[in-house]
Structures are given as C-alpha cells and as structure tokens.
C-alpha cells in the first residue's frame, strides 16, 4: 500500500482488504464459485474435490497465543481428517497419513542412504506454473460498495479508495486461486520474494504455486524409513524448485508445515543431498530453504 502514500501498518489498507475480500467471497458464492486459501491442498477422491488445510487462520492465531505448534498440527490434523471423511466417509486416520503424515506409518527401518537419487532435479522438466488473473469478470457493482464506505466513512479520495480496492482484489484472486486454476496435489503458499524492495524494505509475501504430490506420488510405496525419506527428498527438490521459479524462497519451517516433518529430519535429508552432489548444490539447496528475509 505504499503507492497510496500509507503507513505499513495502516488501519484504511486493513479495512479495505477486509471488505473487498468480504464482497467479493459473497458475489462469487452467489455464482457458484470456490477458492482455496493459501496453504489448502487441492486433491482428488471419487471424481471429487478434497480441500485439505495445511495450515489454516485458526493455526496463526493459536501460533500468535503461544499454543505449541505440536498441539496446532495435531489440531489440524483432525480438521483434515474431518475433510477427508466428508468425501471419503469409510476413510480412516491411516488413509490421510499415507497422503500427508506419513510419519506417522510404522515403517521399517531403512539402512545407509540408497534413499538419495542418483542425479539432481532437472529444473527444466518442471512445467512452470501459469495462472490466469481475469478481473474483468468481477461485475463492477459488486465492488461500488465497497469504494464508496471508504469515501464516505473513511474520508478517502474516489480514486485513491477506487485503486485501492482494485489493488485488494488482484491481491485476493493471486493469493486465493479457484479450483480449477490448480491440479490435484497443489497448493499455493505464501513464501518469502526474492525480489529485493525499494529503500530496502522487507521482502514481500509472494503466492506460489507449489506441487506437494504428483500422481505417481499418490501411491508412492512406503514400506521402510528410506521409502519415505526417498519420497521427501523428491518432495523437497521439486518444491523449492517450483517457489524458486516463482520469485519465492521456502525456509526450512515452510517446509516442517508443508511436509509435516521434523526439523531434525529436515536437516538429515538435506545435508546427505548436499554432501552425495557438492558445493554448488549445497549452495543453492541452502539458499532454497534457510533463506532470511
């Protein structure tokens, strides 16, 4: 909102996002329309959609109060689960940690590190991910109310409310993509730019579209520890490579959310990738995933 010569912290760009997201939630249900929030998981079940929140508002709030992130996974692990059974009814707990906590298998125990691949990611067989942005579509009385709260309520300008409001909904449709903007196994995730700022300011949030599982990953065979761990560093070459395609960075705990792994078996995959490939992967997995802002 600085373009609009406001304070980072202001109380107008808060109010603004909140109604334009407001009327533009109820115009779209009115159509029929569903958007996923960033961090919900996009999958597929008996020609069904099935949403799954890897991280959802009510985690950041019970986070922000001081609620162990243990206690909000396993939270959110019953939310999931609540998911998965409204389209999968006879599904049981086993059948949503083979798709996200596979953790929480009993496995066997795997031996040395056969689990590595034998050549790194080639980024260049990645698809890039291309969304479509149509604001055209969004009939222009549904958000005439909105500017003309923030003149009348909120002393603001017509055009600047106008540009604002416009600005809140092209930030809403790049961080909320409609169902059939993702395939099964996708999310988007906000992840840190890598664009440095003006006047050096913090980089921004940028919405990514990452692929957590593809459809040979859906039933990947997990018979042993090594199993699992062969599945997560495929996991992790492919989505730091896809935010990085994307002007994004994933830090370490992005990765702990969206792979729901430990931070200690985080650090294990990644320096036996980086000692089997060398220096300059060590660099760039690195720069990937522990990135500062």
């Given at each position: 909102m600085t373009r609009f010569e406001l304070a980072p912290a202001s109380t107008v760009a808060e109010k603004t996002a909140s109604l334009t997201n407001q009327a533009l939630r109820g115009w779209e249900k009115s159509q029929g329309a569903r958007r996923l929030r960033p961090g919900e998981l996009l999958l597929e079940r008996d020609g069904q959609p099935l949403v799954l929140p890897l991280l959802a508002p009510e985690a950041l709030r019970q986070l922000s109060r001081g609620v162990t992130p243990r206690a909000?996974?396993?939270?959110?692990?019953?939310?999931?689960?609540?998911?998965?059974?409204?389209?999968?009814?006879?599904?049981?707990?086993?059948?949503?940690?083979?798709?996200?906590?596979?953790t929480e298998l009993c496995l066997?125990?795997?031996?040395?590190?056969?689990?590595l691949p034998e050549d790194p990611l080639d980024?260049?067989?990645?698809?890039?991910?291309?969304?479509?942005?149509?604001?055209?579509?969004?009939p222009a009385g549904v958000l005439k109310p909105v500017v003309e709260t923030l003149v009348q309520e909120w002393g603001l300008r017509p055009a600047q409310a106008q540009g604002m409001v416009e600005l809140a909904a092209q930030i809403y449709a790049r961080c909320c993509p409609r169902l059939e903007e993702l395939k099964p196994g996708q999310l988007v995730w906000l992840a840190l730019?890598?664009?440095?700022?003006r006047h050096e300011r913090p980089r921004l949030f940028v919405p990514v579209v990452l692929t957590l599982l593809t459809p040979e990953e859906m039933n990947f065979p997990?018979?042993?520890?090594?199993?699992?761990?062969r599945l997560k560093i495929r996991?992790?070459?492919?989505?730091?490579?896809?935010?990085?395609?994307?002007d994004g960075v994933l830090t370490?705990?992005?990765?702990?959310?969206?792979?729901?792994?430990?931070?200690?078996?985080?650090?294990?995959?990644?320096?036996?990738?980086?000692?089997?490939?060398?220096?300059?992967?060590?660099?760039?997995?690195?720069?990937?995933?522990?990135?500062?802002?």
């Open positions: 909000v996974q396993r939270e959110l692990e019953m939310l999931q689960y609540q998911s998965l059974k409204q389209v999968h009814p006879e599904a049981s707990l086993e059948d949503l940690w083979r798709i996200l906590h596979q066997k125990p795997g031996r040395g590190e056969d689990y980024a260049n067989r990645l698809e890039t991910a291309s969304r479509n942005f149509v604001t055209g579509e969004i730019g890598t664009r440095k700022s997990l018979a042993s520890r090594n199993d699992l761990k996991q992790i070459e492919r989505l730091t490579t896809e935010a990085w395609r994307q370490n705990l992005d990765l702990e959310w969206i792979l729901g792994l430990s931070p200690t078996l985080i650090r294990e995959l990644l320096e036996a990738y980086q000692e089997r490939f060398g220096a300059s992967i060590q660099r760039r997995v690195q720069y990937w995933t522990w990135a500062a802002p």
